[in-house]
């Protein structure tokens, strides 16, 4: 090993930086570490030339003596250059628990409060509770600190001891080669502590599940697929550790006569054809209650009138959109003799128009909200 170029271990150049000494170790180690490459000599031959690479290229002072006096300038006591454990400390965020180095190299305690689990719950909800907003009760599943041991998991009168394995480190550490490799402890699981005496409510793990019912305040405006957090109101940490969040994801259920784009709403409102033709005023449904519409006389079939401030109130609390109203002339299906005849009465007296024919296109145009939907998504 002795014998070989470090710069070619890692297969980086003389002027490489240190970043790139550094992304290439990382490739090296994740590729031939022995977890990976069990019962594989070579693999494990090359993670240790990798190892002892970086252990000289990654230090600056003992890559300034490698780059002048070459091994000789590194080596200790004629043998492998000296090798210091804390240098891969700085891979813990990337190597992760695979090597060992959760906690560093420094052998940091795993035991102590750790966070609850957040968690989620899809809640559907009608359109008009998404416009008004609403108040909704849950009921979720969670896991919980045991009442009876206040989640330490040691009945009453003991507690937990330390491990004696790992020395509540919740690790052992062991030689591999010339590298020392950390590893969870098999005793306590990574906790730090035996419980002798486990408590007999939650067989000493400390939590129970339990059904919890959590009240939801839905605001007005709400659109579907957005979430609403709920602090704390997640899983219980563990060994007195905080809880972790509840979140509510909002699925609104689609509405047969309003569309929404934004916080602007639009709906169709079906005329009678004489009012179109005459003008006048028609009420129609919204989702603020019933409102009027003023229709001046000889409106074409599909004229929008916009209701400022009557559309979709802003989640934020502040102003709300416009409903957009598209008239559409509403024909009789049914008619009387005597209104028959009134209306080919009013036909005859009409001056002749020429209409143009329907294209194609024209005869396949899409409903109105479907156009809508083209539009604004």
Do not use: W
């Amino acid at each position: 090993m002795s014998q070989l170029d470090y710069y070619e271990v890692l297969g980086v150049a003389r002027s490489a930086s240190d970043q790139d000494i550094k992304s290439a170790y990382r490739k090296l180690a994740l590729k031939y570490h022995p977890d990976r490459n069990p019962g594989d000599q070579a693999a494990e031959d090359r993670f240790k030339q990798a190892a002892e690479a970086y252990a000289v290229l990654g230090d600056a002072d003992k890559r300034q003596r490698y780059d002048r006096f070459g091994h000789a300038g590194v080596a200790s006591g004629g043998g492998a250059p000296g090798f210091n454990a804390d240098i891969f400390a700085d891979f813990s965020d990337i190597l992760g628990d695979f090597f060992g180095f959760g906690g560093g190299m420094g052998g940091a305690r795993r035991s102590g409060p750790m966070r609850g689990a957040d968690l989620r719950f899809d809640l559907e909800i009608p359109f008009d509770e998404s416009f008004a907003g609403a108040e909704k009760t849950i009921q979720i599943p969670r896991e919980e600190a045991c009442e009876t041991c206040h989640g330490s998991g040691a009945a009453a009168g003991s507690k937990p001891e330390t491990c004696p394995q790992c020395h509540g480190r919740g690790q052992v550490r062991y030689q591999q080669g010339f590298l020392v490799v950390a590893r969870t402890c098999p005793q306590c699981r990574g906790t730090g502590n035996i419980i002798a005496k486990p408590c007999a409510t939650c067989q000493g793990s400390g939590r129970l599940a339990r059904e919890r019912r959590v009240t939801v305040k839905i605001p007005a405006g709400i659109a579907d697929g957005q979430r609403l957090r709920l602090h704390s109101e997640g899983e219980h940490g563990q060994a007195g550790g905080p809880p972790g969040d509840l979140y509510v994801v909002i699925h609104v259920a689609a509405h047969p006569q309003f569309h929404r784009n934004g916080d602007d709403l639009y709906t169709e409102v079906p005329v009678p054809f004489h009012i179109m033709a005459l003008g006048g005023s028609i009420k129609f449904d919204a989702p603020s209650g019933e409102m009027t519409v003023h229709v001046s006389a000889g409106s074409a079939d599909g004229t929008i009138v916009p209701f400022r401030g009557k559309g979709m109130p802003s989640v934020t609390g502040h102003g709300r959109g416009t409903l957009h109203a598209r008239l559409v002339v509403d024909v009789p299906k049914k008619l009387t003799k005597e209104q028959k005849k009134l209306i080919e009465s009013l036909g005859q007296s009409m001056p002749p128009q020429k209409v143009a024919p329907r294209s194609a296109e024209a005869e396949q145009e899409k409903p109105f909200f479907d156009k809508v939907k083209d539009l604004f998504g």
